[in-house]
T-cell receptor
Framework: GAGVSQSPRYKVAKRGQDVALRCDPI?????LFWYQQALGQGPEFLTY????????KSGLPSDRFFAERPEGSVSTLKIQRTQQEDSAVYLC?????????????FGPGTRLLVL | KQEVTQIPAALSVPEGENLVLNCSFT??????LQWFRQDPGKGLTSLLL?????REQTSGRLNASLDKSSGRSTLYIAASQPGDSATYLC???????????FGPGTRLSVLP
């Protein structure tokens, strides 16, 4: 079926605004990851879900960042009171383990610019 | 804590050259290693995935090798083309359900 999709693709926010970024994983994929990619850098891990359970949120940079996946499919990454340093591309990936091999599939990302 | 580095940071070559991109990681206890390509303003495209038990993977003009004991991987691109111009990212995972740790990438320009 379709790959991982993310929306919006681009978001401009004024400093202090709240934003919500959506990820639609591949249907049936149990695992879902969020990454943050600053300009000119490799992606960095934010948080991980297995179905609806958030098993690892060690990468979230502050308590302004919150992620959820209430029904084990679509996930939302919310950033409250955005700051300029939050400007980055936010990537979502989903994965499924088949025959002992797990492959992560990445979405196109949401490019967030905080002014 | 796993750290991934990539050398060189940027590379510019004339079309037709064979080239090697290098990736190093500090913790050899990995589940797999994956090479990605990223075009400007785009997401990640998977190129090659090497499981920890494997030594290399090949796809077309691309060949990736893995030496777990030394913490190194190389991506070999044969007969480079201008369309190969992109940033190449190396990433490792510690286990199933674990996140990737990415390197900073190598920015490749292939000149016609």
């Amino acid at each position: 079926g379709a790959g991982v999709s993310q929306s919006p693709r681009y978001k401009v926010a004024k400093r202090g605004q709240d934003v919500a970024l959506r990820c639609d994983p591949i249907s049936g994929h149990v695992s879902l990851f969020w990454y943050q990619q600053a300009l000119g850098q490799g992606p960095e891990f934010l948080t991980y879900f297995q179905n609806e359970a958030q098993l690892d949120k060690s990468g979230l940079p502050s308590d302004r960042f919150f992620a959820e996946r209430p029904e084990g499919s679509v996930s939302t990454l919310k950033i409250q009171r955005t700051q300029q340093e939050d400007s980055a591309v936010y990537l979502c990936a989903s994965s499924l383990r088949v025959a002992g091999v797990e492959t992560q599939y990445f979405g196109p990302g949401t490019r967030l610019l905080v002014l | 804590k796993q750290e991934v580095t990539q050398i060189p940071a940027a590379l510019s070559v004339p079309e037709g050259e064979n080239l090697v991109l290098n990736c190093s990681f500090t913790d050899s206890a990995i589940y797999n290693l994956q090479w990605f390509r990223q075009d400007p303003g785009k997401g990640l495209t998977s190129l090659l995935l090497i499981q920890s038990s494997q030594r290399e993977q090949t796809s077309g003009r691309l060949n990736a090798s893995l030496d777990k004991s030394s913490g190194r991987s190389t991506l070999y691109i044969a007969a480079s083309q201008p369309g190969d111009s992109a940033t190449y990212l190396c990433a490792v995972r510690r286990g199933y359900g674990q996140n990737f740790v990415f390197g900073p990438g190598t920015r490749l320009s292939v000149l016609p």
